[in-house]
C-alpha cells in the first residue's frame, strides 16, 4: 500500500511539475508584434482555412436542426455561418487591420482569434469588397 501511495504521489508531483513548467502561449498583441510577415500571413491563412472547416461542419448541424424540427435553427446556422467566414476580409486586409489595431499598446491583451472574428464582423457591416483569390482574377 505504501509503494502505491508514494507511485501515486509521485506522477501527482511529476505532472504537476510538467503543467508548471509548460509554457502558455498566449495569442494575442504581444505574440502578434514578434511574428515576422511570412508567419502573420499563415497565421491569417491556416486561421480562415480553420473557419472554412467549422463553416462546413454546419451542414450536420443543419441536417440535424432538419430531423429534430428544431425552431430558428436554421437562421441561428446561418448566422453562425456568418461570423465563421472570412469572405468578406481578404488575409492581405486582415494582417493590415490587425497590424493597426495592435499598434495601439491598450488592445495587446486582446486575443488573437476574437480580434479577426471582430474583423470580420466590421467588414461584412461595412460592405468591404469581397475578397477576391487568385482563381478569380
Same mark, same amino acid.
Do not use: C
Given at each position: 500500500?505504501?509503494?502505491?501511495?508514494?507511485?501515486?504521489?509521485?506522477?501527482?508531483?511529476?505532472?504537476?511539475?510538467?503543467?508548471?513548467?509548460?509554457?502558455?502561449?498566449?495569442?494575442?498583441?504581444?505574440?502578434?508584434?514578434? %511574428? !515576422?510577415?511570412?508567419?502573420?500571413?499563415?497565421?491569417? *491563412?491556416?486561421?480562415?482555412?480553420?473557419? $472554412?472547416? +467549422?463553416?462546413?461542419? /454546419?451542414?450536420?448541424?443543419?441536417?440535424?436542426?432538419?430531423?429534430?424540427?428544431?425552431?430558428?435553427?436554421?437562421?441561428?446556422?446561418?448566422?453562425?455561418?456568418?461570423?465563421?467566414?472570412?469572405?468578406? %476580409? !481578404?488575409?492581405?486586409?486582415?494582417?493590415?487591420?490587425? *497590424?493597426?489595431?495592435?499598434?495601439?499598446? $491598450?488592445? +495587446?491583451?486582446?486575443? /488573437?482569434?476574437?480580434?479577426?472574428?471582430?474583423?470580420?464582423?466590421?467588414?461584412?457591416?461595412?460592405?468591404?469588397?469581397?475578397?477576391?483569390?487568385?482563381?478569380?482574377?
Amino acid at each position: 500500500m505504501k509503494k502505491f501511495v508514494a507511485g501515486v504521489m509521485l506522477g501527482f508531483i511529476a505532472s504537476w511539475t510538467v503543467a508548471f513548467a509548460a509554457a502558455s502561449v498566449g495569442h494575442n498583441g504581444m505574440f502578434w508584434n514578434r %511574428l !515576422s510577415t511570412p508567419a502573420k500571413d499563415g497565421y491569417v *491563412n491556416g486561421y480562415s482555412d480553420a473557419m $472554412k472547416v +467549422s463553416v462546413g461542419q /454546419l451542414d450536420s448541424l443543419q441536417i440535424a436542426a432538419d430531423m429534430f424540427h428544431w425552431k430558428g435553427g436554421h437562421k441561428i446556422i446561418k448566422q453562425l455561418s456568418r461570423e465563421l467566414s472570412m469572405a468578406d %476580409l !481578404s488575409p492581405n486586409q486582415a494582417v493590415s487591420r490587425l *497590424n493597426s489595431l495592435y499598434s495601439n499598446p $491598450k488592445y +495587446s491583451e486582446l486575443d /488573437l482569434g476574437q480580434a479577426l472574428q471582430l474583423l470580420t464582423l466590421r467588414a461584412g457591416e461595412t460592405g468591404l469588397p469581397a475578397r477576391r483569390d487568385s482563381h478569380n482574377k
